[in-house]
């Protein structure tokens, strides 16, 4: 009998925890989304997200599979958000219109902003870059394109086993985002086509991508000014140009990048490796503490990279000047094919030379032979097993 007393409340208790945190799912079928491809759904994806949004309990916002047309940019703002999460689970795809005027001047097609708790899982994002691009190559006057999936001054941000195809520009943006995971995530845009990074990173901080697969015609990843705390782990690239943290030292006052790992990568067919790339401008930004270790390199023009002279056609860089300091950065068990006799190289700037570089257990092979290397102004160790000709 004292026991049953005493289990009642606690189930009351219970049965009340449950239906506060009860989840309610919008599906957008429901608020006059059509699967067809042709039908403009965006509207239905704005009432799911603004009841989602204005929930007190954890929402979902599911996509049936089927074909949605997004006809022009979609804003999902979080400012006034109540739910304390949002889930968006998609099993269907997302399409642009084949006209690339609809978001080529809008520079995000598909963007959240400021939003805390927001889970993107599943589905594809189509954004039928490919006219664009011809555009492009033809000299013709064209819109810049839109970035596929922005997403700017948010946190706690989860993107899983989604699926991007031929952006305009980039596909997937992190703008000032603090705590964010991507996993799962593939990415295809054919290797010519022009500025389709993968994932581009900008002013973030505890950014994690794991277990992705980009095919790009531009960086595979690219990590811009600001970026700190990033963990890259099981990533294949290619085609592409392979990850890069850059280009920096545009701007004069620019934030840094620090504490930057990335393990167990792969690079197939790549113009870079691991690359960090910054202007021959005067700039105070830096980059330090950066740790590139199990990296398999597989045919790559440019296996492993400092290029702190950069400055294409030479336009924009009077005097070419020294600007971001590089310093410690470390690449351990980077191993495979050189595309090119001249495998590591270090061009580094009198004025800011690149400092604790170190090379530990690097073996990569030109042609079955020890590839070569290059360096100026480059200060550092090689130590291990090494199986190219070290110039340090
Ligand atoms: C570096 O970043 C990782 C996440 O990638 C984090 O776990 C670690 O605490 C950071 N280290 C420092 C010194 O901030």
Redesign the pocket.
Known sequence: MKRITLVIPVLVFLFFQYSSAKVVTYNILSYGAKANGRSDSKNAFLKAWNLACASTNPAIIYVPTGRYLIATAIIFAGQACKSKAITMNIDGTLVAPSSYNAIGNAQVWIKFYRVNHVTISGGTLDAQGAPLWACKSSGKTCPQGATTLGIYHSQNIVISKLRSLNSQMFHILLYACNNAILQGVSIVAPGLSPNTDGIHLISST???VLNSKISTGDDCISIGPGN????IEKVVCGPGHGISIGSLGWELQEPGV????VKSTTFIGTQNGVRIKTWARRSNGFVK?VVFQHSTMVNVQNPIIIDANYCPNNENCPNHVSGVKISNVVYEDVHGTSATRVAVKFDCTKGKPCTGIRLKDVNLKYRSQPAASSCSYVAGTASGLLGFTSCL
């Open positions: 505890g950014v994690t700190s705390n990033l963990w620090h504490n930057v790992t503490d």
